[in-house]
């Protein structure tokens, strides 16, 4: 693993224009490239000087990361991790693949994803396929996405319902005040047929 004090001590005596000039130079494809790059840059952030870039005085590093080089934040997070912490993965299968192993298994996994890598090689070179399947035993399931629900449709539903309630409601209201009103209608009848019933008992019996 490449300490804080290595870097120093291979970076302190050069100029910012010589370090520079060399991750320019560096960025190429090879491992031993993407690594000095990605060592060099990792000083500059470190130490602050990237700063003694006149254009970038008042930046911060990540300004300077994606004005200089045109890189994000991110992408040379996962370079710096992989090259620091597991050099021998990344020039054997690329910085791309520590990075996803990264992402998709998390930290915990990510050293028992190598090792069984390492360990399905046998005499001849692992399959992309091997691997791939190796990753996604060690990566968590997805988490369920919770049913989309339309709340604007569902609103609606339930503001139409209501009113049809309401409207019951008052038709049940008014019927009820008809009712009373007949029944009050009907009352002086039945007091009078209650009047007249013990004379028509009389003369049904004579």
């Known amino acids: 693993m490449t300490t804080r004090d290595q870097l120093k001590q291979k970076y302190d005596g050069k100029a910012i224009g010589d370090i520079e000039r060399l991750i320019k130079e ?49 992408t040379f997070i996962e370079n710096e991790r992989a090259v620091t912490h597991f050099p021998k993965v990344a020039e054997r299968y690329g910085i791309g693949l520590v990075a996803k192993v990264r992402r998709k298994c998390g930290a915990k996994a990510e050293r028992t994803v190598f090792k069984e890598i390492e360990a399905s090689h046998g005499k001849g070179p692992i399959k992309q396929a091997k691997i791939e399947t190796i990753i996604n035993k ?69």
């Open 26 to 74: 560096s960025r190429s494809t090879s491992f031993a490239a993407q690594r000095d790059a990605t060592l060099a840059l990792s000083y500059l952030k470190m130490s602050g000087r990237f700063k003694e870039n006149p254009q970038y005085q008042k930046s911060s590093f990540e300004t300077y990361l994606m004005g200089q080089y045109n890189m994000r934040m991110g």
């Open 138 to 206: 060690h990566s968590p399931a997805p988490a369920v996405k919770a049913p989309h629900v339309d709340w604007h449709t569902k609103y609606e539903a339930e503001a139409t319902e209501h009113a049809e309630t309401k409207r019951l409601l008052v038709e049940a209201n008014d019927q009820i005040k008809r009712l009373k009103a007949t029944v009050l209608e009907l009352r002086p009848l039945r007091d009078m047929k209650a009047a007249i019933e013990p004379f028509m008992r009389d003369m049904t019996t004579s």
